[in-house]
């Protein structure tokens, strides 16, 4: 902690503050004086395709998280998981950005994120499902952040530099994230009789689509050093997940991996049947008024 | 999604914020939560959105003990005509720190 920020006047006296913002200021820009060319020796389509994986990750579940709003049990509750699904916008927009640029074919985060279809959606198919109730909701955004909070920490040693400046942001975020739905997890599993069997039906329901988030992609081989492989993020999150089901008194699930359709999964674009609507709803607007500014 | 629930008994927590520019923690608000734990993750998703705190303070509001305003006189009266107690009279040398 800096003197300024201890001592009350001298806190009050400083210019060098921004005094737009009638509250917090110091606010910083993740990608502040970082060079934003894509570097030597990286393939700049490979490089692009791996942004839209992770960007679209988070796109996409952010909208779903989104969808639970007004819905939640609790107000509190509400506003945690708004900011929850803010900060992964904010980390789908930087890396949809990030692909937009190293493309280098002149679309915006904007034009990737309204104006690609389906089967151009490069997101893990755990990330598209609809939560069928609170439980599967806190189960599933428990996996989706201990998988991604591994993968961001591998990345803030990335060869490129933008990723690994957006992945040492977002491991603040998803540690928080997890933390939050390891908590209910728990509280859940270790909480009344009713409870604890929703819990572990959630579970049961998620568990087949996580074998996906662990797959190897062609695209990701091609970029040693710059992207993470799937599969070394295995034993973190099992990990992880082993320390949470135990404190919740909840075992972890047996069940099959979900098939891929002929060797693909949402790596490659196949989706399944909920994505295309979750779709026309995330898309709906900017394609009602395309070019429209707000 | 679930059935919409009737809302819950959670206790209420009061709570308390240090900002980047205070010494001290602050009153900013009430919510509920079921647990102290909780009601630390609330107050971290309700009252430093805007980037405002460095520390958060929660607590059980039937833990405050609060002044009662039909106490109003007896308590805060006898002090009105004391002025002799503000230190208003004294120079404050240039490097003594957070006066």
Known sequence: ?????????????????????????????????????????????????????LGDDALVYSHRLQQWITRMPELEEETALANIALDLLGQARLLLARAGRAEGAGRGEDQLAFFR???????????????????????????FSAWRLALFGQLTGSADPVLAAIAAKGVKELSYHREYAAEWVVRLGDGTALSHAKMRAALEAIWPMVDELFRTDAVIAMLPGVA??????????????????????????????????????????????????????????????????? | MGEPQVRSGWPLYEVFLRGKRGLNHVHVGSLHAADPEMALHHARDLYTRRNEGVSIWVVASTDITASSPDEKDPFFAPSGDKVYRHPTFYEIPDDVPHM
């Not at chain 1, 755990?126 to 996996?143: K, N």
């Open chain 1, 1 to 53: 902690m800096t003197k300024d920020e201890f001592t009350v006047y001298e806190g009050l006296g400083t210019d060098a503050e921004d005094h737009r913002w009638a509250f917090g200021t110091g606010f910083t820009d993740p990608l502040e004086g970082i060079d934003t060319s894509v570097p030597d020796g990286v393939d700049p389509d490979a490089l692009a395709t791996y942004c839209l994986m």
């Open chain 1, 228 to 294: 993470a492989d799937p599969a070394t993020l295995r034993g973190e999150v099992d990990e992880v997940l082993g320390t949470v089901l135990a404190a919740a008194g909840l075992d972890r699930p047996d069940r099959a991996p979900m098939a891929a359709v002929a060797g693909q999964t949402g790596r490659e674009g196949v989706h399944t049947e909920a994505f295309g609507y979750l779709l026309a709803e995330l898309q709906s607007v900017a394609r009602a008024h395309p070019g429209a500014t707000w």
């Open chain 1, 117 to 143: 279809d389906e089967n151009e959606f490069r997101n893990v198919r755990l990330a598209e499902t609809v939560d069928a109730d609170f439980a599967e909701l806190t189960g599933r955004l428990l996996i």
